[in-house]
């Protein structure tokens, strides 16, 4: 099994709050990624970090923003929470290079009210 | 032409028969390939590596195509418990490493 966590699994919150979900990794893993997944759909990379002081967004614009300043942490934080943002949030993380694969933890099952 | 490309399925097989799915990729200096698995609701799971020789796993086996650009998952002997989506995932081919994921073939094994 994977060591990396994420909590909490699950989240109803309303609108216009802010929330930050968590994320960490003992494996001492450099690379770290944050996946939005509607159901039934696709992955959607949101944010990723190659290191301590590194964040870069991803492929699908989101609102959310992260931060890494430690190896094993990598939180990711909504200011002010809509319906729109209602989705499965994947944490994911891997060593470098290109031959190694990503671990995930279970998922955040947010819903804005 | 996308990225990664999966036939999204879903594919309904009866148990015990062989299911095979391809997956396409467009760049072609990409250089490590996987499959990965995911339940209904839970996260994507390594499935397996696929290796330029090809490689086995029990009843799963991979391969690679890379003059056509196409990795592919077989599944022998089918159990209900196969089912699942398959997503294939490619990284590699430029500086960053991206990785890239499919968006999943669903795979349904009637009893």
């Known amino acids: 099994e994977a060591d990396i966590y994420q909590t909490p699994r699950y989240l109803v919150i309303g609108t216009g709050k802010k929330i930050t979900l968590e994320c960490s990794q003992t494996m001492g893993h450099d690379k770290m990624y944050w996946y939005q997944q509607d159901p039934g759909m696709e992955l959607h990379l949101i944010h990723y970090?190659?290191?301590?002081?590194?964040?870069e967004k991803g492929d699908l614009s989101s609102e959310s923003t992260v931060s890494r300043i430690r190896t094993e942490h990598f939180p990711l934080t909504l200011e002010s929470a809509r319906p729109s943002h209602t989705s499965q949030y994947l944490c994911?993380?891997?060593?470098?290079?290109?031959?190694?694969?990503?671990?995930f933890g279970p998922g955040t099952r947010l819903t804005v009210l | 032409r996308k990225e990664v490309e999966q036939d999204p399925g879903p594919f309904n097989v009866p148990e015990g028969a062989t299911v095979a799915f391809n997956c396409t990729y467009s760049n072609s200096a990409s250089q490590s390939f996987f499959w990965y698995r995911q339940d209904c609701r839970k996260e994507p799971k390594l499935l397996m590596s696929v290796y330029s020789s090809g490689n086995e796993d029990g009843r799963f086996t991979a391969q690679l195509n890379r003059a056509s650009q196409y990795i592919s998952l077989l599944i022998r002997d089918s159990k209900l418990s196969d089912s699942a989506t398959y997503l294939c995932?490619?990284?590699?081919?430029?500086?960053?490493?991206?990785?890239?994921f499919g968006k999943g073939t669903r795979l349904h094994i009637l009893p």
């Open positions: 970090s190659y290191g301590v002081n590194s964040t």
């Open positions: 994911a993380s891997s060593l470098p290079g290109t031959y190694n694969e990503q671990f």
């Open positions: 995932v490619v990284n590699g081919g430029n500086r960053d490493d991206k990785i890239i």
